[in-house]
């Protein structure tokens, strides 16, 4: 059967319904509820591009559920950004808020763009017209923005000057992300790849996997992969291989990590020539025999067409979205254990809560105090997912779809339904 390319919106919906099933005393009026997004802001912005012309895009800002603090989520600048999107992101942001229990919502935001196309001017001036369009809607006590795909921490800035702009005085907490220099915090960079290690590293002890010569195979090398294959080949494990959009490359005795993301930033691509290794696509990562694979890429990447195919002990999921419901299903046939994208790459939502915190209090925590913050908040939701997971005989998807979900529900039974 050919499953075709999962519409996110439906497949974030069909969580919900999987773990609603085991969670039988959540009134059914509540569930409706967190089904729906709470507001979709769309706007259409022009912008003056540098020969002149006039441009005008789509923007996006999705705030899918509040009620346990702040709307919450990143930007991203892609040419393939849309509304469904926008919307899945968004409530997987609440979910993952949820699961390492940090006081934020969910929400997503985006500009239907291509940035490898754009000069460093015309991304600022879309940028802040974008700011502009949304500022009614966001602010460091109701929506708080982030990097995302094709953003960065200069982004995170520009967006700041032009709300603090707007609102007369420097508003450092609209965003997170954003360089030290404007209240940043250390460690953020880092944060969704080493809290995905945090979470594999606790994973494979449970599953009495040592991670020292343990095979690696990671898709993506971004700000997520590429920390995620650093760390991993620090603590002893044998990345054998990694790729961007264009491909990748392999050596199954292990690549040299570090040469191999030099010549990405170099090449902007991974060159066999310059690498002990050979080329490879993405699909074919997908199915190298290894211990643990690490979709870290973009959504519907393992499918019900080639999960059944995939020689790996473990996935720890670092793009949102990366696998199928009907990938699901044929993973837990194969006693594939997987950890899922809300409990493994929450490690950059709970740095920039810590960065938030900061801003608001005016403080400057050390890199070593985020890290054991970090690690212990992570280390404590994947145990309770664990528990979670073995108690209610669910996979891990399942377990942090009910813990997560369940902390909304009840959040909403308490404030209630005004009026």
């Known amino acids: 059967m050919n499953e075709g390319k999962v519409n996110l919106a439906q497949m974030a919906l069909r969580q919900i319904e999987i773990a609603a099933k085991y969670l039988p005393h959540t009134e059914p009026g509540i569930l409706e509820k967190i089904k729906h997004t709470k507001r979709e802001i769309i706007v259409h912005f022009p912008v003056k591009m540098d020969d002149g012309s006039v441009r005008v895009f789509t923007g996006y800002r999705v705030q899918h559920n509040d009620t346990r603090g702040p709307f919450k989520g990143g930007v991203r600048f892609h040419p393939d950004a849309h509304l469904d999107e926008m919307r899945a992101l968004a409530m997987w942001m609440t979910w993952k808020a949820a699961v390492v229990n940090i006081p934020f919502g969910g929400a997503k935001g985006g500009v239907e763009c291509d940035p490898r196309t754009m000069t460093s001017q015309e991304l600022e001036n879309m940028t802040r017209r974008y700011t502009w369009e949304i500022s009614p809607f966001i602010g460091p006590e109701a929506d708080i923005l982030a990097p995302d795909v094709s953003t960065n921490p200069q982004v995170m800035a520009w967006i700041m000057d032009t709300y603090s702009i707007r609102k007369g005085y420097s508003v450092p907490g609209i ?48 700000n997520v992969g590429g920390t995620a294959a650093r760390v991993f080949s620090d603590a002893g494990a044998k990345v054998i291989a990694i790729s961007d959009i264009n491909g990748g490359v392999y050596n199954h005795r292990g690549l040299d990590v570090a040469k191999a993301l030099q010549c990405k930033r170099n090449n902007n691509c991974f060159t066999s020539g310059e690498i002990d290794g050979d080329e490879i696509s993405n699909e074919e990562l997908l199915l190298l025999e290894c211990d643990i694979l690490v979709p870290a890429a973009i959504e519907n990447q393992i499918t019900g067409e080639n999960a059944g195919a995939l020689r790996c002990r473990m996935i720890v999921e670092g793009a949102n979205g990366p696998t199928t419901p009907a990938a699901d299903t044929v993973l837990r046939e194969r006693n594939i254990y997987l950890i899922p994208d809300i409990l493994a790459n929450a490690g950059g939502v709970v740095v920039s809560y810590f960065e938030w915190v900061q801003n608001l209090q005016e403080l400057l925590w050390s890199e070593e105090e985020i890290y054991q913050r970090l690690k212990k908040i992570l280390s404590n939701a994947f145990d309770e997912v664990k528990a979670l997971s073995e108690r209610e005989k669910v996979d891990m998807r399942t377990a942090a779809g009910m813990l997560g979900i369940g902390r909304v529900a009840e959040a909403t039974k308490l404030r209630g339904i005004f009026p």
């Open 175 to 222: 965003v997170t992300g954003k360089p030290l220099e404007l209240g940043g915090s250390r460690g953020r960079f880092r944060a969704t790849g080493l809290g995905l290690f945090i979470v594999a590293e606790r994973a494979a002890r449970f599953q009495g996997l040592a991670l020292k010569d343990a095979r690696v195979v990671i898709q993506g090398a971004g």
